[in-house]
């Protein structure tokens, strides 16, 4: 029984000292604000009243580079879950990441937005804790596989961007994207409006059985291929489909439900690229990531080979404005 007992708590304390899942994910120079890069702002927080889902409303905030010029039509990029994404001090930081990219060419000039999940007037914001599942109407907006929510992207929120912004409206220059069931709604909205919407970012999706999200890769399978470009990031150590102990169910597989849409994908011809990590749920390795995901999807941008073209060669200095 002593040794037995040796060999059992020799056993916890390997268990214990395992390394976390999370630990080799950290943020690099590219999400990190950087000497001599100009800054964007972002401006708001704004309202946007839903009709889609009456009675609620969803905030959101609007990232304008410091290379933006009204005189020239920038490219989109629309977060989900935008209190997560702009979070100075979170895991994606994504408004450093344009910043970065921008100045360095390496992205187009882009209006970024950061947008919450929809709620009541009463309903609390989400935040870095509750993004919204037990307090907002985010489980419905983002888990349902059906075309409302790209309603409130293409048909409430873009009319506004477009007024305010001079805005790219071609839909090859718009990109969504999120992560968990930011993720899946981002997917959505291009799925249902690839006119509107064609390349998606997606870290840790949640394409499974929440609200039947897991139909993706049969539908992607049984539909005309769409132009759409599509970066999935997801992990081994994702949830797995076990609850409180309950039998395996593989429609509540995070990582095997990724791994099934990017098949489908990938076996319908689609541009889709994908990185698979041993991150947890959630966005410690999609944040490590987030330049890279963003390099890839906006990597046909126009370029110029002319060796004495100075401006292509230079960094995107800020765009000075005018004093009234």
């Known amino acids: 029984m002593k040794l037995l007992y040796l060999v059992v708590a020799a056993a916890g304390i390997a268990f214990a000292q395992a390394p976390n899942p999370n630990s080799q994910y950290r943020l690099g120079p590219d999400s990190m604000p950087q000497d001599g890069v100009p800054k964007g702002e972002i401006r708001g927080p704004f309202t946007l009243p839903s009709r889609v889902y009456a009675g609620t409303q969803h905030t959101y ?41 921008i100045y360095r060419r390496e992205i187009p000039v882009m209006i970024g937005v950061f947008i919450n999940p929809g709620r009541t007037p009463e309903q609390p914001e989400p935040n870095p804790k509750e ?35 001079n805005i790219s409206r071609d839909p090859d220059q718009h990109g969504i994207g999120g992560s968990s069931s930011g993720a899946i709604a981002a ?3 291009a799925w249902e409006r690839p006119n509107d919407f064609r390349k998606v970012l997606s870290n840790v999706g ?18 005309e291929k769409k132009p759409i470009r599509v970066f999935l990031c997801d992990g081994r150590n994702d949830n797995r489909g076990t609850y409180h102990d309950g039998p395996y ?18 076996a319908k011809g689609y541009d ?5 990590g041993i991150n947890l749920h959630g966005q410690k390795m999609g944040g490590a990531i987030l330049p890279d995901m963003m390099r890839w999807l906006w990597r046909d941008g126009v370029v110029s080979t002319d060796p004495k073209d100075m401006v292509e060669r230079g960094f995107r200095e800020a765009v000075v404005k005018k004093t009234q």
């Open 61 to 101: 905030w609007i990232y304008v580079p410091a290379q933006y010029d009204p005189a020239v039509a920038a490219s989109l990029m629309i977060f989900q879950d935008g209190q997560a994404f702009k979070d100075p001090d979170g895991d994606l930081r994504a408004q450093n990441v344009m910043d970065n990219l």
């Open 131 to 165: 993004w919204g599942d037990h307090t907002t109407n985010r489980p419905t907006e983002y888990n349902t596989p059906d075309d409302k929510y790209a309603r409130v992207i293409v048909d409430e929120l873009m009319p506004v961007l477009y007024k305010e912004y």
């Open 187 to 189: 997917f959505a909205v």
């Open 206 to 223: 949640s394409f499974v059985n929440l609200r039947g999200g897991d139909v993706y890769p049969e539908r992607v399978a049984g539909a």
């Open 249 to 266: 169910d593989p429609r509540h597989d995070w990582f095997l439900q990724n791994v099934r849409l990017m098949k489908a994908l990938t």
């Open 272 to 276: 889709v690229n994908y990185a698979w």
